[in-house]
């Protein structure tokens, strides 16, 4: 009996196979470049690099593509004021991204929006792979490595370096023959039409609403107590939010959020007093301390009715970890909900969380219809936003399940 033979090492990739792309940087190349992409074949990858965590804004500071007879582009949207040649090209083209939500935010600011889906994290998903980031599914289904050193860099820096601008063309270099895998695996798991319906819900969503007094989320908050010190916080956390809007700043690059607490902890009234605090001491803190003793002076005007509750807002049900308390029923029932979506995930080789979003099996529980029966069940779970494979499935399982609890 001969031993079987060892699986072979993922080859690193770190250059492009076919050699580095030029940087589109003006009209006359983009044009060029949306002309060579117009008479490619087939779908186009697309990808983005943005600057979280150094910029307010989500834009995006360069932009890849790559499609069959045409290889691989670089356009550096920044210098270019007209991306028309660029959006006729690609108006009526399937396109393949890697996580497609993210991405698609910053390519609709900029007027670029697919006619079509393919999303190569989704289907990786819906088709249960253990993991899906790019980088773990070209070396699981391709047998190439992708190093992602760079994926937390500073984008919006001018000129971008060789190595970086590499690393970005290997995000779409391997993307058009991984959704043939992973259109292929969805074939085989009979999965294509659920698929099919998820890439068009994700294209289709739109810009996420936006949150309930934000400010409610700096981190650290947990420490603040009343009613008072909240406003504080609610004051420092808004004038921030302002000036780094207007900078085009990460706000925790402004000022980090442990420095709002200590403000919001120790209410300084004067420069010396708030230069006391470590969370200050930055160039940040000590360049706008007027605004920041202005914001705290303004909250320490407010009168009782103007300051933030201590309770945050409820927006749906409250933490479940509060069910049992509040509400018993509910929280059997959602037991009950959640027993049914992992068993019917199981059947079907899905992660429970892609067969139904959580959040739609907590409102359900939390406040299911007057009549449980599976007409009514359906009804709720498509008003929830769940897609109609995804209630095909579980309506009526559900529907009993909350007949029984």
């Not at 479940?320 to 959602?334: K, N, Y």
Request: aromatic share 4%; hydrophobic share 40%.
């Amino acid at each position: 009996m001969t031993d079987p033979q060892p699986e072979p090492e993922p080859q690193l990739l770190t250059e492009p196979r076919e050699g580095m792309p030029p940087l589109i940087e003006g009209p006359n190349a983009l044009a060029e470049a949306a002309e060579c992409l117009r008479a490619g074949s087939g779908p186009v990858a697309i990808d983005t690099e943005r600057a979280s965590g150094f910029r307010y804004s989500g834009r995006a500071y360069l932009i890849q593509l790559r499609r069959a007879g045409a290889g691989t582009v670089l356009v550096d949207p920044i210098p270019i004021d007209d991306l028309t040649p660029l959006r006729r090209a690609l108006a009526d083209l399937d396109w393949i991204l890697h996580a497609a939500s993210q991405d698609l935010p910053c390519l609709e600011e900029l007027e670029l929006r697919p006619a079509t889906l393919f999303d190569t994290e989704l289907a990786a998903r819906l088709c249960n792979f253990e993991k899906v980031g790019l980088a773990s599914l070209t070396e699981q289904l391709l047998g190439f490595r992708l190093e992602k050193q760079h994926s937390a860099a500073d984008w919006s820096q001018r000129p971008l370096p060789h190595d970086w601008l590499a690393y970005a063309a290997l995000d779409v270099e391997l993307l058009l023959e991984l959704r043939e895998r992973l259109a292929a695996e969805l074939t085989a798991q009979g999965k294509t039409g659920w698929a099919a319906a998820e890439f068009e819900h994700v294209r289709t969503a739109g810009p996420p609403k936006p949150r309930k007094e934000p400010w409610r989320r700096t981190s650290g908050i947990h420490k603040v107590r009343g009613a008072k010190a909240l406003g504080r916080v609610r004051a420092v956390w808004e004038a921030r939010d302002g000036l780094a809007r207007k900078l085009d700043r990460a706000p925790g690059k402004v000022l980090p959020d442990a420095a709002i607490v200590e403000a919001a902890t120790s209410d300084p009234t004067d420069f010396a007093e708030l230069m006391s605090l470590p969370g200050f001491r930055r160039r940040g803190g000590r360049a706008n301390a007027r605004l920041w003793l202005s914001a705290l002076a303004e909250a320490r005007r407010l009168p009782g009715e103007k300051l933030p509750s201590t309770t945050p807002p409820q927006d749906g049900p409250p933490a479940t970890h509060r069910w049992a308390d509040r509400d018993p029923e509910a929280a059997v029932r959602l037991t009950a909900a959640r027993e049914v979506v992992s068993e019917v995930a199981g059947k079907h080789n899905l992660p429970p969380e892609n067969l139904m979003t959580p959040a739609i099996v907590r409102g359900l529980a939390w406040d299911p219809p007057k009549r449980p029966s599976e007409r009514h069940v359906r009804s709720a779970l498509l008003e929830a936003g769940a897609r109609r494979w995804q209630v095909d499935l579980l309506a009526s399982s559900l529907s009993e399940a909350l007949s029984n609890s």
